[in-house]
């Protein structure tokens, strides 16, 4: 069974720590994206990558960074966290192969930033 | 750019009658169009989706929409109802960037049935 796992399904932080937010895919994906998701605006695309040390910027890139170090890991990263960053953060992945753009999700991570 | 709008942030319905989602488009190409479900507490799961083949599309659990390219619609409906169809769902659109898919998600619709 194919799987998006995200390190930690709860976090609580304060303002200004640095967190980091670990997205693993299982199924050789090259495309692995960011969203967060807050009620009446559905996901917004933070980040995404379509190959290992590749990022492109979405939607809402500001205030947050990603890595990818390795093709299955896609790692967000929130320099210096505050309270607008609460959010649900979801991770997804996809393969490149036209035809078969079938985002698959991670359960998601409810960060809340004191 | 590409946008979708979902036309209600939610939808009640009584259990055992047709169900009814809208959403429109907008896109620079012929877009792929996506409809994701997201039950509480679950990931989001893909319903159906819509690759400039036939023009209606069925998905899972009795589902289906239609691409009307005059309209630039893609409405999610059901024939009849079920409780375990309350959740929220996503109309998305696909562009093309630098050769790879984005995809580009509605605010949501939130459908809740009535026993």
């Known amino acids: 069974d194919v799987k998006v796992t995200q390190s930690s399904r709860y976090l609580v932080k304060r303002t200004g720590e640095k967190v980091f937010l670990e997205c693993v895919q299982d199924?050789?994906?090259?495309?692995m994206f960011w969203y967060r998701q807050d009620p009446g605006l559905g996901l917004r695309l933070i980040y995404f990558?379509?190959?290992?040390?590749?990022?492109e910027k979405g939607d809402i890139p500001e205030g947050y960074s990603v890595s990818r170090e390795k093709k299955e890991r896609f790692s967000l990263i929130l320099e210096s966290a505050s309270t607008n960053q609460t959010s649900m953060y979801l991770c997804?992945?996809?393969?490149?192969?036209?035809?078969?753009?079938?985002?698959?999700f991670g359960s998601g991570t409810q960060l809340s930033v004191l | 750019a590409q946008s979708v709008t979902q036309l209600d942030s939610h939808v009640s319905v009584s259990e055992g009658t047709p169900v009814l989602l809208r959403c429109n488009y907008s896109s620079s190409y012929s877009p792929s169009l996506f409809w994701y479900v997201q039950h509480p507490n679950k990931g989001l799961q893909l319903l159906l989706k819509y690759t400039s083949a036939a023009t209606l599309v069925k998905g899972i659990n009795g589902f289906e929409a239609e691409f009307k390219k005059s309209e630039t619609s893609f409405h999610l409906t059901k024939p009849s109802a079920h409780m375990s169809d309350a959740a929220e769902y996503f109309c998305v659109v696909s562009d093309l960037f630098f050769g790879n898919e984005k995809l580009t998600f509605g605010t949501g619709t939130r459908l809740t049935i009535i026993p």
């Open positions: 990558s379509y190959d290992v040390k590749m990022k």
């Open positions: 997804a992945s996809s393969s490149r192969r036209r035809g078969d753009e079938k985002l698959f």
């Open positions: 199924m050789d994906h090259e495309n």
